[in-house]
């Protein structure tokens, strides 16, 4: 039966990757859901309910699919299956909150299940505890830790990037509690960082947060670093696309340009609390320190 579960997974995998419609990290999140939750066989669980959420998102895209391509197709049509697909969404929820799991990779399994759920379904507050969940019990991967940048990223937009964006309103707080969050991003970021290809799409994403959180000089070297390895990932061979494709819906909420540079005093307080910590924030310090010699 074990065997048959995960010739299923696998299979359903496949047929997932072949879709354009999920985004790249939703399908390279959902192989590493497959991986844990069959590397132990002692664990029939996670494989099943594995098996039975990529079923439901094959058959939902496919429906889509169909829906897109039909003269007939109508908002009410696409709006109809969408609520369908957000009930199927917290039906898995619910069975993977009270999954019951033998072994550790079995656990991490359905950490990352729930943080996929979640981001299905806009949550990023969930999704972020759910991968901090997996990353605690021992899955130390550069996806999660950059699926976690993304949605600190995006958790910051949604949380306070209005407070931000609202300058004659908003209070120097505001601005700093925002600036920390991205910063918490970015430290994510850093950790996704492999020193293989598609490290310069990480940077590309370290760059963006820290432009959006007013850290221009930063933000910058970043750019930088993004596009040297951009260019040699293109002299080596195909660069990964793992990330791309994520920043539309994203960086259309981030706030506007009126948040106006940082100030040295802040620069420094950031600094001692991201100490030895944020490498990119630190060669801000040290340019800063160059200016003042």
Request: charged share 25%.
């Amino acid at each position: 039966m074990y065997d048959d579960t995960n010739e299923a997974i696998w299979q359903q995998l496949w047929e997932y990757y072949q879709m354009s419609a999920p985004s790249s990290l939703s399908q390279a999140l959902c192989q590493l859901i497959a991986e844990y939750a069959t590397v132990e066989a002692d664990s029939q669980r996670m494989p099943q309910l594995v098996t039975e959420f990529l079923d439901r998102e094959v058959r939902y895209h496919r429906q889509v699919g169909k829906l897109h391509a039909s003269e007939a197709l109508t908002t009410e049509d696409l709006k109809s299956l969408t609520r369908k697909r957000s009930i199927a969404i917290q039906d898995m929820i619910e069975q993977a909150k009270g999954a019951t799991v033998e072994t550790s990779a079995g656990e991490i399994a359905r950490q990352l299940l729930l943080a996929e759920c979640y981001q299905q379904v806009q949550e990023p507050d969930k999704v972020v505890a759910h991968l901090e969940k997996a990353l605690a019990d021992g899955a130390d991967e550069p996806l999660i830790h950059f699926a976690l940048g993304y949605n600190r990223f995006h958790l910051a937009l949604e949380s306070f990037g209005p407070m931000v964006e609202l300058t004659d309103d908003s209070t120097n707080d505001d601005l700093l509690t925002f600036q920390m969050a991205c910063l918490q991003a970015v430290s994510a970021f850093e950790s996704a960082l492999t020193g293989q290809a598609g490290d310069s799409e990480v940077y590309e994403w370290i760059g963006r947060v820290l432009e959006t959180a007013g850290f221009e000089e930063a933000a910058g070297q970043a750019f930088d670093k993004a596009d040297d390895l951009a260019y040699s990932d293109r002299t080596d061979g195909e660069p990964a696309a793992v990330y791309h494709g994520l920043e539309g819906d994203l960086l259309s909420t981030r706030p506007g340009q009126q948040m106006g540079p940082i100030t040295q005093e802040e620069i420094e307080e950031f600094g001692k609390l991201l100490e030895g910590k944020h490498d990119i924030y630190k060669l801000e310090l040290e340019r800063e320190d160059d200016e003042e010699a």
